[in-house]
């Protein structure tokens, strides 16, 4: 079992940076593959980054790749989303969520992932 807590949302002009944060409680954080998600108002869930348990694999989804960059410090047990370049249609909710599958951080459906935050408002103003 593990719990997740996303941080560091807020209100951003376009072409700001913001990072988000997850931490992790329990004891094995460093085993998990993570993922980054978003979900705006009327739209369904989806996925945004992950990342393999060692750091190593990442995977993004094609509207972020080269703004958005997934990391991760498993000795502090947490996940990074550093977001440059932010956008209006990244405005959303962002959660951070926990997968116990062996995938090595390539895991772009929900339904892979057992853990999950309560999420993290970003607004992108215009």
């Known amino acids: 079992q593990v719990q997740l807590a996303e941080s560091g949302g807020g209100l951003v002009q376009a072409g700001d940076s913001l990072r988000l944060s997850c931490g992790a409680s329990?004891?094995?954080?460093?085993?998990?593959?993570m993922g980054w998600f978003r979900q705006a108002p009327e739209k369904e869930r989806e996925f945004v980054a992950s990342i393999s348990w060692d750091g190593i694999n990442t995977d993004y989804t094609v509207s972020v790749q080269g703004r958005f960059t997934i990391s991760r410090d498993n000795a502090k047990n947490t996940v990074y989303l550093q977001m440059n370049g932010l956008i209006p249609e990244d405005t959303a909710v962002y959660y951070c969520?926990?997968?116990?599958?062996?995938?090595?951080?390539?895991?772009?459906?929900?339904?892979?992932?057992?853990?999950w935050g309560h999420g993290t408002q970003v607004t992108v103003s215009s």
């Open positions: 969520a926990a997968s116990t599958l062996p995938v090595n951080g390539v895991l772009r459906g929900p339904s892979g992932y057992a853990f």
């Open positions: 329990g004891r094995n954080f460093g085993s998990y593959s």
